[in-house]
């Protein structure tokens, strides 16, 4: 592999470094140049303007995609590029893949989605084969080793350098999604009415977990539900003792905050985070305060969704965190319901098999006294 001169990522979001894979069309010009984290979180990067790889998932995706643990196998060699010129397209067609594993020689990739990009953020597992050896964090640093025959015929992909070895930089002083433009000022705990959305609208349909895309709702219903017990269920808003039981195992620990001037009230940068938390009644946030920066600005900025998209967004304001209680107790409730009837024929089933045990036993003595009387 070869590592690119100007570009790097987070290695404290990612465990592995992403990977540059590029491909060319029949006509000779280049399709695509797409940066994946093939080796972790399988979602697709794109660099900012400090050369920094920056997923398209939202930071509540990224931190739960990546906290799952490094497989036992993976493969260790570098990703061998296979579409690169013309020749190779017009010579082997759609017969040849996308990519390989130099390690092993398996296809990495067979071709590209475009629904892998803005859509869903990252590219489903399936869609790689399986590691070839055991797990080596050390090899894949350095890119592992390359079979000599794909080396001499085709283009090995380079990866990015983590910001820990970036010549000159370096990590911040921040944590989080924005590399070196982060600095931070302060952790503490501040009352969620004080924290202002920097986003009019979000969009409730891209949360990515292990088992699948879920929206929004169903992750809060979820999160609440999992909580009942025989004696008590809640409902939303949720009280305090509950919100101290989801505080210690709530996906992220805190929300980025900043203030744009000395005595200007807290923006929020993780907006569907701030809203999860307004919906299910949090009075008060851990909050990770740091200086203003870019992309509170982009984000202050965003538009409107377009017509078409408008019934994947929710607003922000007051109204729609009353809608979204609303929304998420109705959920509730039907899941609760769902689950009074399955125990209810549980019970009836069990009732049935003592009704079935009581009648067999009642036929065996009458034939013993049959048996008897002959």
């Known amino acids: 592999m070869i590592d690119g001169p100007s570009v790097s990522y987070d290695d404290r979001e990612h465990w592995a470094a992403p990977i540059e894979l590029r491909w060319a069309t029949r006509a000779g010009r280049t399709s695509g140049t797409r ?29 739960k995609m990546c906290s799952l643990k490094a497989p036992q196998e993976m493969h260790p060699g ?7 010129t013309r020749a190779q397209v017009t010579k082997h067609g759609g017969l040849l893949p996308l990519a390989r594993w130099g390690c092993c ?3 990495a990739l067979k071709s590209w989605d475009s ?9 489903p597992q399936e869609a790689f084969s399986p590691g070839c050896c055991v797990w080596d964090p050390s090899k894949a ?32 002083s921040g944590g989080g999604s924005s590399g070196l433009e982060q600095v931070h000022v302060i952790d503490r705990c501040v009352a969620l009415a004080d924290v202002l959305s920097t986003q009019r609208w979000i969009n409730t349909t891209t949360f990515t977990t292990p088992t699948g895309p879920r929206d929004l709702f169903s992750v809060l219903a979820r999160l609440i539900s999992d909580q009942d017990s025989p004696d008590e269920v809640f409902t939303l808003p949720i009280p305090p003792e ?20 000395v005595d200007a009230q807290l923006s929020c940068i993780d907006n569907r985070r701030l809203f999860m938390l307004k919906v299910l009644g949090f009075v008060d946030v851990d909050v990770h305060e740091i200086e203003w920066m870019s992309e509170f600005d982009d ?8 017509a078409a998209e ?6 922000t304001d007051d109204e729609a965190v009353s809608d979204a209680r609303s929304r998420v107790n109705a959920m509730l409730a039907s899941y609760r319901k769902r689950q009074l009837i399955q125990d209810r024929l549980a019970a009836a089933k069990l009732v049935v098999q003592d009704l079935e045990a009581q009648l067999q036993t009642h036929l065996d003595e009458s034939e013993d006294v049959q048996l008897e009387d002959e």
């Open 78 to 84: 570098s990703m061998v590029l296979c579409r690169t």
């Open 299 to 306: 984000k202050l900025r965003q538009r409107d969704p377009p």
């Open 141 to 172: 640093a350095d890119g592992g080793k390359v079979a000599p025959s794909e080396n001499n015929s085709m283009e090995v992909a380079r990866v990015a350098l983590p910001l820990s070895r970036r010549a000159g930089g370096g990590h911040s």
């Open 242 to 261: 509950l919100q101290e039981i989801l505080r210690t195992k709530i996906l992220w620990p805190h929300i980025r905050v900043a203030r744009r001037w």
């Open 105 to 107: 020689g398996k296809v």
């Open 35 to 63: 940066w994946v984290f093939a080796r972790c979180c399988k979602s697709v990067g794109t660099p900012d303007a400090k050369g920094v790889i920056r997923t398209f998932l939202s930071g509540f995706e990224q931190e």
């Open 115 to 123: 629904k892998w990009d803005r859509f869903l953020g990252c590219i």
């Open 310 to 315: 408008m019934q994947l967004h929710r607003r």
